[in-house]
């Protein structure tokens, strides 16, 4: 009876630190692979910007990549830039919700003009803190737009919603819904 206790002890043992040596080198590989990739856009952009900005957006579909900067900076402003709301949660907030509203339409700050083109799946990445936050297109809606934005989200899992003027039609906003998601590229 005790061999039995003690292989079953030994087993578990052997369990967890199989799982915290795959979470450690999961989160290294994450963490190597973000800095190589930050690293990399920071080369071929101007650094004096980047490093007024707290973060950095790109939507591979429709070709983005934009900075964002604090709440309380006067760059973080719908009508020259995308602008982080005042009720987010950056993205290594454990169930947190980053909320980023961008104009539509064709003037040259319409920087989410194309929004309505993602699909459910595509994805949005998030550069912060020396980290990718990789964001899956799980619900889009149609919301009335009346100084208020209803976000229908899961609570359970970090949330990021990204939100504009529904294309021609200013009496509504399009919400799009993202779930974050550890992406594995090998």
Do not use: W
């Amino acid at each position: 009876m005790n061999n039995i206790k003690y292989l079953l002890g030994l087993v578990v043992i052997l369990c967890l630190l199989s799982m915290n040596s795959f979470n450690y080198v999961r989160d290294t590989k994450m963490s190597t692979k973000s800095k190589d990739i930050i690293g990399s856009y920071m080369k071929s952009n101007d650094k004096k910007i980047f490093d007024d900005s707290i973060a950095m957006i790109e939507i591979p579909k429709i070709s983005l990549k934009k900075y964002l900067y604090s709440i309380d900076s006067n760059k973080n402003n719908i009508d020259i830039n995308l602008e982080i709301m005042k009720e987010s949660d950056m993205p290594d907030v454990k169930k947190g919700n980053l909320i980023i509203g961008g104009h539509s339409g064709n003037s040259k700050v319409s920087y989410f003009n194309n929004l309505y083109k993602l699909e459910i799946g595509d994805i949005v990445n998030i550069y912060y803190e020396d980290y990718v936050y990789t964001y899956i297109l799980v619900d889009t809606y149609i919301d009335d737009k009346d100084g208020r934005i209803t976000i229908n989200r899961n609570y359970n899992t970090e949330v990021l919603t990204l939100f504009t003027c529904k294309n021609n039609d200013k009496n509504n906003y399009l919400v799009l819904i993202f779930e974050q998601r550890i992406v594995d590229d090998n």
